[in-house]
């Protein structure tokens, strides 16, 4: 049985060049080996394999039938060898791999698209695997390594993160054209909360901030009914079960197919800000890094 455990890529390759040169010489120079080195090598190869793999003659060395079979096999060798260390090599530089994002709502239906599809565009080698929560559950997937990187609301805890700005949205009221509130060019939100509310679940953080405006206003909100999505806030507004907040980009294809009326909202915490989360940055993966470098540069104005 050949003992292939004594076989080692610096002795294959330099066993492929002999036979390109026709010289363990000439072999050797292209390796920076010494010649003695080089044919002890090609020897201890040929002890491996029990049988002469070359030829040696004055003029030069031929391969024997033995010699072009291991040649044969050791240029498939280094070719796969080359071909992994290109593959490690886009692994390493970030050009392959996977990143887990997990977004809320509001980034998803407002900047992710873009920003994703222009990142992906350039990263061919990256699969993007993302997933929609409500902004508390992104900060709990963050810290239990079940996402790489986060978008969420500014307002939200997020304990044991390093977070960086994202983009900011603009909250606005959404209101049956006939509506009173919809001849207004702004309003301010105590005005709303005379009026039925469409919302989103308690724990979405779009919810929990109209809840805390309207704690410190000292006027309960009038919840009418709840929905899971911006497009259920709009269809219920249309059929006038009540006004809703949401982001403006969000709201805004909807506004003309349902006849919606968008009225801007006075108060300053209608500008929200959304935030980037990670972990750790020192222990993101290559993609992961360059993902997080892509939506903080989309974030920059221009």
């Not at 260390?85 to 990143?99: E, H, N």
């Not at 009221?173 to 009026?195: E, K």
Request: charged content about 25%.
């Amino acid at each position: 049985m050949v003992n292939l455990s004594r076989f080692d890529l610096v002795t294959l390759s330099l066993f492929a060049a002999v036979a390109r040169h026709g010289s363990i010489s000439a072999a050797a120079r292209q390796a920076n080996l010494a010649v003695g080195a080089a044919s002890r090598r090609i020897a201890d190869l040929e002890d491996a394999v029990r049988t002469p793999l070359l030829y040696r003659r004055a003029s030069g060395v031929e391969l024997t039938e033995a010699g072009r079979a291991c040649l044969q096999h050791a240029l498939r060798i280094l070719q796969d060898v080359e071909q992994l260390a290109g593959r490690m090599s886009d692994y390493a530089s970030g050009a392959v791999g996977q990143v887990r994002i997990a977004a809320n709502t509001s980034s998803i239906t407002q900047f992710l698209p873009e920003d994703l599809s222009a990142f992906m565009a350039g990263h061919p080698g990256i699969r993007i695997e993302l997933e929609e929560q409500n902004s508390a559950d992104i900060v709990a997937a963050l810290n239990e390594n079940r996402a790489d990187v986060g978008v969420f609301a500014d307002r939200t805890p997020a304990e044991g993160l390093a977070t960086y700005p994202y983009r900011e949205d603009e909250l606005v009221l959404i209101a049956p054209r006939a509506h009173a509130l919809a001849s207004r060019r702004a309003v301010a939100f105590r005005d709303t909360l005379d009026c039925d509310h469409v919302s989103l679940p308690d724990a979405t953080s779009l919810a929990n901030r109209i809840r805390e405006e309207s704690s410190r206003l000292d006027r309960p909100i009038r919840p009418r009914i709840q929905v899971r999505s911006f497009d259920a806030i709009c269809r219920m507004v249309a059929t006038g079960m009540g006004v809703g907040i949401l982001p403006r980009l969000a709201a805004a294809p909807h506004a003309k197919s349902m006849n919606l009326k968008l009225v801007a909202l006075e108060d300053g915490w209608a500008r929200r800000g959304l935030l980037l989360g990670v972990r750790a940055p020192e222990a993101l993966t290559a993609p992961a890094r360059l993902l997080v470098s892509h939506l903080r540069t989309a974030a920059t104005p221009a």
